[in-house]
């Protein structure tokens, strides 16, 4: 079974219920482009659900300034999409969370469509997320090809998101939703204000067949439990890079226990 | 078979919009608008109205009498460069800022490259009492000084983009930042035929205006709507589109796209798209581009900040792809020397992105009864300092 099924049918289960799942983003290749599998170990070592593995792009159109910085890095020091797989070529000998790609289409085009799934079931990817590649063409062009590959295909819904179209973004997704929550590139707000609370509110009584789990503006303890009170999880992206910038590799422990003590 | 988009943004196999979700309710209510807005009686009166009183159109189609000696044929220079403002690029802002109006929207953002469209976009702003916020790449903001402060006269706010080349692609990300950041209130006028349906061909339809012009100028002087070739330089191509837009499916008129090939084609400095691009996704459209390998979107290089871009509208990939129209590509230094000779010859001084057009005459010859409309899309007081420092004036 897709490890991003598994870990939302175990957080189903009545011992589990109250879990919230703390989900990581970082940019593959930052700080060091060989830091990417010791990021993962760690995140996984010290209780993180669930990892999106950025792979870099040189126009990150929904990404604030932090995203971009490190993305920039990541590909001025030679950051590729084959060498991302060669880096993850053994993940799955020591880690056994869901993990996904978020990426821009044009990288993965350029890789081959199909090419780029056979590569990430080889891997052991359960999931990508490509913000510019929408849900319609999805549908007609690509769905084949990713569920061939058993690849869960993420998408966004945001607080200008119709109730017709969250509802017609639930028929075809598969995991779980991700929730945008402000109107907002990543990593720009503090905190969440009624506004963004009534949103979360709004999608959690629509009782939609797959969870949410939210992300951008998620930086802390305090946004993360804001969050985790409607949602299924939430998503830690900028944040964690900022953290990257000034610790490389050192302290993620210190960093996931600030977010959530379990 | 039509070169025209298709009612998802099609042409052939580029187009279509490849937008985060972030901005899809906005893409969503323009592309499903667009064209009854367009259609309304109030709307045609009003922009009719405006290009005429306000950017005084229709804009000559000139014989360009010494120019035509001296490459033996008959070439006619369409007079965008008298629109006001200097450019072409307000035929599509007056459109635009009248759909914004009626989609309720109060605040107005734009990227430029020339600072061609962001004069044109400060002015409708103004004209209509609209916010205006403005990107602008940092090298483009040193290079096109004058528009710089045209824009702040004209009460816009110019904000530099800092990231990657920091010429116009960056700025149309920060726009396109800034719009998902704003989603209720805010029109982005995007200043070429690029970006994600409806954009392209939106944005192609306003600036048909100049072939629908041609084709009555022409009849009158040469007793034929035709011509045999129509030219214009590409940097996203909306000037191109607006020239080509009602010859595009007439094979008896040829069709001429001129790229910026910067310090040369294969030199690692240039801006000559359909040679050195490929099939890829850029600000939302599947186009041409240039790109790495890898699919990273690469940094182009021209002397004209409105040609300084890595892509072309899905219309002109789609043009080149089934050879439709001719590409040819112009050097900085045979631009420049084309400029300075439409001033020599005839007494217009051209902007540097028109002179890419004017530049194809030295190689491409035609015959001597062809007629061969050049779409001379701004003026070039904005680039005096590039031409002060090119020939040390
Ligand atoms: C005078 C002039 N011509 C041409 C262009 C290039 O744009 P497009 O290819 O959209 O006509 C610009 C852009 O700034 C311009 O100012």
New interface residues.
Partial sequence: MNRIIQKLQETDLSENKEKKLLSIYFTAGYPKPDDTFTIIQELEKNGVDMIEIGLP???P??D?PTI?ESS?KA?KSGM???KLFEQLKDIRKSVSIPLLIMG????????GVEEFCKKCAETGIDGLII?????D?YTEKYKAIFEKYDLINV????P???EE?IRFIDSVSNGFIYM?SS???TG?TKGFGDETKAYFERISVMNLKNPQIIGFGISDKESFEQATEFAKGAIIGSAFIKHLTENETGKISAFVKGIRDI | MTYQADEKGYYGDFG???????L??NVEKLRSKYLEIMKEASFRKEFDQLLKDYVGRPTPLYLAERLSEKYKTKIYLKREDLCHTGAHKINNTIGQILVAKRLGKNRVIAETGAGQHGVATATVCALMGIECVVYMGEVDIARQAPNVARMKLLGATVIPAK??SKTL?DAT?EA??DW?????NTHYIIGSVVGPHPYPDMVARFQSVISEEVKTQLKEKEGRENPDYVVACVGGGSNAAGIYFHYLDNPEVGIIAVEAAGKGIFTGESAATSALG???????SKTLLM?T??????EPYSISAGLDYPGIGPMHANLFRTGRAEFISVTDDAAMKAGQELARLEGIIPAIESAHALAIFKDRKFKEDEVVVVNLSGRGDKDLSTYIDYFNL
């Avoid at chain 1, 821009?104 to 890789?111: H, R």
């Avoid at chain 1, 998408?155 to 945001?158: A, D, K, R, S, V």
Wanted: charge should be neutral; glycine fraction near 6%.
């Fill in positions: 792009f040189s126009d159109l929904a604030g971009q920039t590909l590729t999409t084959l821009y289409f044009n990288p993965i085009l350029q890789f913000p510019d590649l929408p849900v063409i998408f966004l819904i945001t200008q998101t119709s179209r945008v109107a907002s590139v720009t | 279509r919009a490849f937008i985060p979700e972030m899809y309710p990231s990657g692609k990300n396109i930042r998902i950041n704003n989603p209720v490929k099939e890829g996704i850029i600000h939302g790109q390998a890898d699919g990273q979107i690469t």
